[in-house]
């Protein structure tokens, strides 16, 4: 198998904490130090999330302003994904940092369960976060924690709310959602092959089924993600070093199945997103 794989680093997310892994980058200044690591490493999008002072999340546009210009300037070329996540804030503020105009967004397109909470992404905001993003020229990461959430993506971009070609995150492993197993894995990828020919996919896993997906992800020929936001241990008896750390066990795994990991060149070829 020789096509270049693209690996996605979550560097911080809104959930760990210092406590949690004294690793987690959460000031904007360990933020570009953890993803300039990581880009060394080999990850060619970083996908980003703020935090306030005291480690709580925010979609505050100048923090995010702040971590697209130092980005920008120490990871030359790598793609920036800015989060659009329903805990940073709530309704349209969770877009409000759009108009900086990413690489890429994440654009979860349908509600479902979460640990403790029900994850609620409206129709109407939903519409929202896609016209923002076809307005300012960004290209949307489907977050599909659920079956149903690769069939309204593929809605969405016949209704051209959303430009093809899709690339669809296949989330699994978060509690009381869709978990990390293996015949569903496989139909997703099916399904979205047979819906959206042509469409790239991630595979995605939370906590311990971080690395099985980074392995069946590879394996199957799609793309994948790591970082500190999905799972801060590297196995059971010990955290994990850091972002690069874990990005570097995902290049491991794709010298293992023979494919190579792509550049920051043909990330963005592959994405369709416009040279640097």
């Known amino acids: ?22 690793a987690v980058p959460v000031t904007i200044e360990e933020q570009v130090e953890s993803t300039q690591a990581a880009f060394e490493a ?3 999008i970083a996908h980003c999330h703020v935090r306030n002072d005291d480690q709580t999340p925010t979609s505050d546009p100048e923090k995010f302003a ?3 210009e130092g980005l920008r ?9 800015l989060s659009t996540g329903g805990r940073s804030g709530a309704e349209r503020e969770r877009g409000g940092m759009l108009p900086l105009k990413p690489d890429m967004a994440s654009l979860s397109v349908g509600s479902n369960n979460f640990p403790t909470r029900v994850y609620e992404n409206a129709p109407d905001l939903v519409d929202w976060l896609a016209s923002e993003m076809l ?30 070609p899709l690339y669809v995150q296949f989330v699994m492993g978060v509690k009381n959602a869709m978990p990390a197993d293996k015949p569903t894995f496989d139909f997703y990828i099916e399904t979205l092959e047979r819906l959206a020919p042509g469409s790239q996919w991630c595979g995605a896993g939370v906590g311990a089924n971080q690395l099985v997906l ?5 394996a199957a020929g799609g793309h994948t993600r790591t970082g500190l936001e999905d799972n801060v241990r590297w196995d059971k008896e010990s955290l ?37």
């Open 42 to 44: 080999g990850a060619t």
């Open 66 to 68: 702040r971590l697209l």
């Open 135 to 164: 307005t300012h020229d960004i290209k949307p990461e489907i977050e599909a924690f659920d079956l149903s959430h690769i069939h309204q993506a593929v809605n969405l971009m016949k209704q051209d709310k959303i430009k093809a």
């Open 214 to 218: 980074n392995e069946w992800s590879i």
């Open 1 to 22: 198998m020789s096509n270049p794989c693209i690996i996605c680093v979550a560097i911080t997310g809104s959930l760990p904490r210092k406590e949690n892994n004294p």
């Open 73 to 81: 300037k120490h990871c030359p070329g790598m793609i920036i994904q």
């Open 240 to 276: 994990a070093p850091s972002n690069a750390a874990l990005v570097e066990r995902v290049a491991t795994l794709c010298e293992k199945y023979e494919r190579p990991v792509a550049t920051w060149q043909q990330a963005r070829e592959i994405l369709g997103l416009k040279a640097v």
